[in-house]
């Protein structure tokens, strides 16, 4: 087993079985998009302005590499998200933050238009619950039910296409190796299935 590890760590940095993976985040303002990508590439936390125009950027994990595209999540800015997402390999994440009630009711009509959306039948899409270390925040389970996304079955190995929540803070570092392993599983299906 040490030599078939010590052979696949080679193959590893010698840049063999290296991947691309394409991500969009959606998601209201202020759900904590730009936080996160940020986090991701740089490693750290810091302020962001609003978001006026999609950016991309990119961060590697194990032998894949994301590129990540942060959309505005202001109402104005919603119309061109559907130019992101038909690529049934680009792999949605819809932010919701768990602490707003409100922003949850209207994510949850967002959610909903992406789930019923013909054109991204076998897209995968992680709804993502931020801001957890919040004392307001509530859990997966209270945000499951409130976006009311259970009836469409959640799990990376669903038939048609992988569907899950996950909760996470950027602040605290909390959840963020389980995304991107969620995310990483989640490259191979998607390449599978489309
Ligand atoms: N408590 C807490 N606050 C967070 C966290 N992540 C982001 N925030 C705060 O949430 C606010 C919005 O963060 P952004 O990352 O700019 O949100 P966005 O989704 O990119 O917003 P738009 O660009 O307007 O679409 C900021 O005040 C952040 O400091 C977190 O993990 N915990
Ligand atoms: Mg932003």
């Not at 792999?91 to 019923?116: A, G, R």
């Not at 897209?123 to 499951?144: F, M, N, P, W």
């Amino acid at each position: 087993m040490f030599f078939v590890d010590w052979f696949y760590n080679l193959f590893l940095w010698l840049g063999f079985f290296k991947k691309d993976a394409k991500i969009v985040i959606l998601g209201l303002g202020n759900a904590g998009k730009t936080t996160l990508l940020h986090l991701l590439v740089h490693g750290a936390v810091k302020a962001h302005n609003p978001t006026q125009r999609p950016h991309n950027d990119s961060f590697t994990y194990g032998n894949i590499n994301f590129t990540a595209y942060d959309l505005g999540g202001q109402s104005a800015l919603r119309n061109i998200w559907k130019n992101y997402t038909q690529d049934p390999k680009t792999i949605i994440l819809f932010m919701v933050d768990s602490t707003d009630p409100q922003s949850i009711i209207e994510s949850k009509s967002e959610i909903h238009d992406l789930l019923e959306d013909e054109n991204l039948k076998n897209s995968a899409i992680l709804v993502l619950g931020s801001k957890i270390d919040a004392k307001e925040a509530i859990g997966r389970e209270s945000l499951i039910d409130q976006l009311d996304i259970r009836r469409f079955g959640l799990g990376l190995n669903r038939p048609d296409r992988p569907l899950d929540c996950l909760m996470f803070s950027s602040l605290k570092r909390v959840g963020i190796k389980e995304m991107v392993d969620w995310l990483s599983n989640c490259v191979d299906i998607v390449n599978a299935n489309n």
